[in-house]
């Protein structure tokens, strides 16, 4: 199996999303923002489709459409925290609406199913290049400011008090957000996205760790439902998005169940 | 410690006022409670005074630098956030510039919670939760700790505990401004009480009765007091 080129390409790629994705998934599932990611996964549908109707790269375009996306949305968060559920669906809504008009136009039709449901066994070398860059930014970014995104997270008056700069910080995750969800849905598509951020982080809180164990944890159960469901998706022939779906499902109901923490 | 000049608030931007026109100058070295019913702005002018929300018009001046705030945690805490009790002291000594790990344990020992350091703060009771955000407020060796509702929720166990620890850092110099929903412990703990309401706050001095006391409520306190006594 792992003679085959695309197959290399596709462990590689794998990987790398099943550790950028928790990264980013940690502080969003934290924040309770879950809906983000599939808010974001959406923009950056419309941002392929707008690409390919307007002949750029699609993956380009939904780099930059759905950090646009992710910076608008932290934005309007910033000014109206009460309707911060409300202002995804506005969000979400408008990139659908986006995609589904460009897409019957008959102009996108071609190419956007890989991006709905992800085609990790075609990734380009381009495409592997683009998930490395911004998974090393992550990493660093998320690195450098490790504690301030914390506490941000956990207490974010207390933060703003402390003088940290609470809306950088916020505007700073949001910038990884998008940049994260857009080179990922190539991978993983958009109806799946969220399982790689949420999923993994959603198992390993159930260990009932602190914050760098459950991040780690995290990782590592993203690295096990990505590689066991692209191996299970050569073995069975199936779709590997929704194969590393359903195995991300299937580990977070084995953690409830076999984990002796559980109350 | 605090110099308050026509202090006005409100959420909407526009009169009715929760507070209007308050000038205060609360002072250092003391244990100073703010107290009133529920929507009186107590928790509001705690708010304005960390910075957590800005005038309308007026403003707030802290004469200090290190100041130490444990926000109202106990209803918006989310349990399931994994992070331990070291991990929450650490992210605060960071966020202070300060690198020396050993002040985590003096802190905790300060408010009786060493033996919680590895603990997840959301596996701990109510009570143990406020101790531990007051020992991380106290983590930067403030001059003025500033608490919104310490005790809200907490049994009387816990309550009588936290007490004791603000208590503990009068006696050692540290101002302490705290909204406390228990008037009758209000009265015997403070040195001055602030009570709040129609859209505004007086200042008491609870000590030493030197201010001429006239609001009804607050005789009515001072006889209770006086009654315990």
Redesign the interface.
């Given at each position: 199996m792992l003679s085959y080129p695309f197959m290399q390409n596709a462990l590689m790629a794998g990987a790398m999303v099943a550790i950028l994705s928790p990264i980013v998934g940690i502080f969003l599932v934290l924040r309770r923002y879950s809906m983000m990611g599939d808010t974001l996964a959406h923009s950056s549908l419309a941002g392929v489709a707008i690409g390919i109707v307007a002949g750029f790269s699609p993956t380009l375009s939904a780099v930059v459409f759905t950090t646009l996306a992710a910076l608008f949305i932290e934005f309007l968060r910033d000014r109206f925290k009460q309707y911060a559920e409300i202002l995804m669906s506005v969000v979400l809504t408008l990139s659908v609406g986006i995609a589904i008009v460009l897409v019957s136009s008959g102009a996108a039709n071609t190419n956007i199913n890989q991006y709905l449901f992800g085609s990790i066994l075609t990734v380009t070398r381009q495409d592997l290049l683009m998930v490395l860059l911004v998974t090393l930014l992550t990493v660093s970014v998320v690195s450098y400011y490790y504690n301030e995104l914390i506490y941000t997270t956990f207490d974010e008056d207390g933060a703003s008090i402390i003088n940290i700069p609470v809306k950088r910080v916020n505007y700073i995750f949001a910038l990884l957000m998008g940049l994260s969800i857009a080179v990922s849905i190539r991978i993983t598509g958009v109806l799946v996205i969220s399982s790689l951020i949420v999923l993994p982080v959603a198992t390993a809180m159930q260990f009932r760790q602190g914050f760098r164990k459950t991040l780690f944890l995290s990782i590592g159960i993203g690295l096990i439902d990505v590689l066991l469901g692209l191996v299970f998706s050569y073995v069975i022939d199936s779709a590997p998005g929704g194969t590393i779906a359903l195995m991300s499902v299937f580990t977070m109901v084995l953690a409830l169940l076999l984990n002796p923490l559980r109350k | 410690m605090i110099e308050i000049r026509n202090l006005t608030f409100s959420y909407t931007g526009e009169s009715p006022y929760l507070i209007s026109d308050l000038t205060m100058d609360i002072p250092g070295g003391q244990l100073i409670s703010v107290i009133g019913e529920n929507g009186s702005a107590k928790s509001t002018l705690i708010k304005l005074v960390?910075?957590?929300l800005k005038p309308l018009k007026g403003t707030v001046k802290i004469h200090t630098t290190s100041?130490g705030?444990v926000?109202q945690?106990m209803e918006t805490f989310?349990k399931?956030?994994?992070?331990?009790v070291?991990?929450?002291y650490?992210?605060?000594l960071?966020?202070?510039g300060l690198k020396d790990n050993s002040l985590i344990d003096k802190c905790l020992q300060e408010v009786s919670m060493q033996d919680y350091k590895?603990s997840?703060v959301?596996?701990l009771s109510g009570g143990q939760t406020q101790r531990v955000f007051i020992g991380r407020a106290l983590l930067g060796d403030p001059s003025l700790i500033i608490l919104d509702e310490p005790s809200t929720g907490m049994d009387l166990r816990s309550q009588k505990e936290v007490r004791k620890i603000l208590k503990n850092l009068r006696e050692k110099g540290v101002t302490i401004l705290t909204v406390e929903h228990n008037i009758s412990a209000a009265i015997h703990n403070s040195d001055y009480i602030i009570r709040m309401g129609d859209q505004s706050g007086v200042l008491y001095d609870i000590k030493t009765f030197k201010t001429n006391i006239q609001h009804e409520d607050v005789d009515n306190m001072l006889v209770f007091r006086k009654e315990e006594i």
């Open positions: - | 960390v910075g957590l100041v705030y926000p945690k989310n399931q956030f994994p992070i331990t070291e991990e929450v650490k992210i605060h960071r966020a202070l590895k997840l959301g596996n």
